[in-house]
Each structure stands twice: as C-alpha cells, then as structure tokens.
C-alpha cells in the first residue's frame, strides 16, 4: 500500500486571527501553527493502515519553509518521508495542481487529506485533485477499510451517513472517527530528524489574488433577561430581533 | 455568457439551499446583463422546477436519467460541465454541502476555473470579478479577485436576501451522454434520519452542550426545537460522547451553522465551538454559570438552570 497524505500547517485552532501591511498579510506574530486537525485523522489512518498492510506513507505539503516544524511531526508520527512544494498555497486550484503533479509521477493507491482545511475551509482540494487524476475523490469519509484492490467506506451526508464501495486509487478528505489522533513519541520524534523530506519548486500560475483581509464587526453588548422572566426572551425574538 | 446554478433535488423538490443559490446566480446574471439557467439533476415534477424562475431563473436544464437519482460526484460533474458548455456559462453557482463541494470542486477541475467557496455576499464586479468569502472558519473574510474565464462559487447560507418575483422558469429536458467509469463508486447502503429538519438548512437551531449532563435529558432540547420549527444540534463533547449523532456537533471540527436563530443550551462557548457559529445572525445564550465565555458572543443571554429555562420557553413559543 503506497498512500500519500497532503497536510497543511493552519493557526492553533484558539488563535486569534488578526492581519497586518493594511490588511494584505495574515499576521503570523504569537500564533502557534499546528497539522491540520483534519489532516491529522488522514495521517493517523494512513499509518494504521500501512502498520496492518505494510507500504509507505508519504507526507505532502504545499507551503512555505515554516511548515516545517508540521511537518517533522508527521514524521514522527510514523510517516517515512515528506515533500514540501515551496510557495504559498494562493488558491484552491493552485495547490490542487502542485498535489496532483507530485501524484502524476508515483502510483499511489491512496491519496488521503483532511474535509477541510482550516484556514480556508473549502472543502475543495480532494475533489481538484481527484478529477485532475481522473480517479474518484470521496469527502468527508469518516470509515476506512482495505480489503485487496477494494476500500470500503463510510461517508457522511446531510442528517445521515451511506456505505460505499470503490476500487483504488481513490482520493478521500477523512474525518473523525477514522482513527484515533496519533500523538509523537520519543522514537519517533529521534527518527523523524533523519527521514528524506524533498522541496521541490511549484508549477503553474493562481487563479486568484487575494486583495484584501476583513474581520468581522464587533458584537454589540449582550442584552440580560432574567431568569425569572425568561419568558419575555420569545416576545423580544419576535418583535425586536424580528427571527421568530 | 449565461450563469449557471447547480441545483440538488430532495424528496422531489428543490432544496432550499438550492433556491438561495438560484437567487444569487439571477442577481450576477442580471449584473452581467445576462440570464439564469438552471440545473436539477433527479426526479421532480416539472411545475416543482418551474418555482425556480420565482428565484430569477429563466430557464430549467432537467436531467432525469435513471443512473442520477442518487447524489453521483463524477456523473454530476461530468453533467454540470455538460450543461457550462452547451449554455456558454462564465460563472456556476452552487450551494455549499457534502454533494454540492464535491461537485464545485470537480468541475472546477474539468474547466481549469477559479473556485472559491464560503462566499458570504454578491460580487462586487466594478473592477474584476470579485468576491468575499469567510475563512479561518468565521473568524475573518477575505476580498479575492477571480482571474479565470470560468468562474465557480460555492456560497454560505445567507449569502444574499431573497426576493420572490412570482415568475416562473421554463423547464427542458437535458440528457447529456453519461460515462461508465463515473458509476465505478457504488453507494451500497443509506442511514439518514428522516424526519429531522437539515441541520445546515435550518434558519432557527438549537444546540446544547455537556450542561444537559445526558441523553435521557434531550426532550427539552427537542421540545423547543420543534415548538420553533427548528434544527437541533449539539457541542463537539456531547456527540463525542455518543448522547447525539456525529452529523449534529457543530464548531470548528463539525457542521459551520449560519441560521438566523442560533439557541445554545448549557454550551461554555469554547472558541472552537463559536468557529461554527459565530456567522449566525442572532445568538441565544442560557447557562447556569455567568461567567460563561459564550455571553461575550451572544445577543441574548439568560444565566438560569436549563432544566428550568427551557420547558418555560417551550410553552412561551407555544401560546405565540
Ligand atoms: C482541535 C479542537 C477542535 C475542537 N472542535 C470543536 C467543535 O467543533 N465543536 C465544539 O463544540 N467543540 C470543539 N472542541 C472542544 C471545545 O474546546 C470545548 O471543549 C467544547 O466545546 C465544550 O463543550 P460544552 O460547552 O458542551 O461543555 P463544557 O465546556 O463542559 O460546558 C458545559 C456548560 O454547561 C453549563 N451548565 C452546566 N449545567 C447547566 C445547567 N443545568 N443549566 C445551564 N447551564 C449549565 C456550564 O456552566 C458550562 O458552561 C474542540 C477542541 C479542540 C482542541
Ligand atoms: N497547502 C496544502 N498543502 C497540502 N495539502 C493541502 C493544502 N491545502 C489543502 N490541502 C489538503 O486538502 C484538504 C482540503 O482543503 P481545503 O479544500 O482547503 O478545505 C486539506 O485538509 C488538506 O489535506
């Protein structure tokens, strides 16, 4: 089994998102960046999956050098080697392209990533990748099983979930209950150091330019009732907030 | 150079979603000077599709082929870029949802386009094409301008206002050639509640958390939630905790909700449970404790016992 991860290196999820050079730079000061927490299920069950069937399990990354540090983790976490391409991940299309030429020069079965990312949420990069390798892409599947050349799934929907069936390759966003969170151990962390992780330059133009970053407006104060009138809360829904 | 909106079919009729996303693709047609076309893929009665031009469409690409009543990624693609082709579209709108990303996403592929997802409001077109989206999971928005000639935008709940006009749309039948490889995933079996109202679909939600201390408690949850005609949806610890479906957690690391009523029972309002909700229009916060992160987010606060709180509200809601 010769699996592929893509991961990205997002804000700590408890960051606090602010931006600089009149709002065109997300401000990296004092944030902490981690995998991202759906990349992580990905990895998790790549590992699993290659410790029960055998093969190698490749981290990929499409980021600047300071996504490193996410990377050697995933390293340590049981991956065998990393490939960082070295720009900025400007836009969906953009990255999907870096992922799927990588992809183009090797046969892997399984190209796992996480639902979403969570910087830019699109939810979009599986599918991109998937159609420009002609090979089906699943999201978000939250049950991974090998049986020989066929990967039985579960995916969740809306207000449900449905089993699926498909043979590899196949390229899938995870999310939990996939596997358990892997966390590194001291092996782990001493060999990481070691293992090959190749930076290979991008390919291609962004579709997109980013003009400008907004936060949202601050909420107004928080209107009290008390306890003992809760009721009046329903009257003030209908005729203030005007939502009922 | 029409645009087309990707339309998803549930239970016969259009979802609503989808007629949001109608209505948006009809306000860029009519900014670009063009008209709307639509596509619904599945089985609905002509006069169900006809409601679309109610939303700005003026006409109805219906695709019903035996093969397509289920939710198919690759053979949806494949009819979507079908349908961008045969209309001449510079500009697809779809929805955001599990079928409708996955989708976005493929086509985008098949026609080499810009696609950017989460758009919270229409484009500004006065120099470029334009968009905002929200990221970093509600906390900011970000202006980006789309460079290429096809263009496909997946918006958010409540991305524009809708305005009915009482038209209606004319419906075609539409039957592109249809690849075997597109069916080589088989869907082998469905589990989905069917009595519950869409959790991403919903304008009111009420959501509880770790304060309801089990699932034998969730009647009262579910009391109001169908007192208000609305969703019911849950913290990251309570689906963890198997007292409720996976599919219900909202926040960070679950469903991003943006109704316009979000309703939170006993939730502490840790920041990657408002990452989910903090689009919400108007936010209800009861908790027993004052102290509470989740008040500094709210529009609305009650600090009280929701053992108390919520059957009182109930009858409220009911004597309306
Ligand atoms: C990477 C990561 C991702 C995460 N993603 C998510 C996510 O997507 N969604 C999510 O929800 N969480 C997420 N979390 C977890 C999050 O940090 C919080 O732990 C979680 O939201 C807390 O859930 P809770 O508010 O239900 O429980 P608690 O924090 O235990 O809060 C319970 C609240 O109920 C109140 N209460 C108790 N009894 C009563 C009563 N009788 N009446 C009224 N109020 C009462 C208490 O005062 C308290 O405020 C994530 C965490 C991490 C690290
Ligand atoms: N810059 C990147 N490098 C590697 N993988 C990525 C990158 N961006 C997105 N991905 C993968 O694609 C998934 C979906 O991302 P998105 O479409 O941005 O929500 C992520 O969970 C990652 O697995």
Redesign the pocket.
Known sequence: MKILV???SVPDTTAKISFTDGDTKFNKAGVTYIT?P??DY?LSRAVELKEKLGGTVTV????ESDSEQVIRKCLAIGADDAIRVNCE?KD?YF?AVQ?ATIAAQENYDLIL?????ID???????GLVGEMLGIPSLSPVMKLEIEGTTAKMTREIEGGKEDIEASLPLVL?CQEPIAEWKIPNMRGIMTARTKPLRVVEPVGDDLTITEKFTLPAPKGACKMIPAENAEELIALLKNEAKVL | MSVIIFTEIDNGALKKSSLEAVYYGAEVAKMKGTTATVLAIGEASEAELAKAGNFGATKVLHANDARLATGNIQAYADVLASAVTQENAEVVILAKSSLGDAVAARVAGKLKAAIVSNVTELPDLSGGFKVTRSIYTGKAFATVEMKSDKKIIAIKKNAVSVVESGASAGVEVFTPALKDADFAVKVTGTHKASSTISLPEADIVVSAGRGLKGPENWGIVEDLANALGAATACSKPVSDLDWRPHHEHVGQTGIKVSPNLYIACGISGAIQHLAGVNSSKVIVVINKDPEAPFFKAADYGIVGDVFDILPRLTKAVKAL
Do not use: K, Q, W
């Open positions: 893509c991961v990205t991202g759906y990349d990905a990929l990354n499409v980021g991940p969906s990255t992922i990533m996480g639902r979403e990312s830019f949420n699109s939810g979009v990069v599986h966003g």
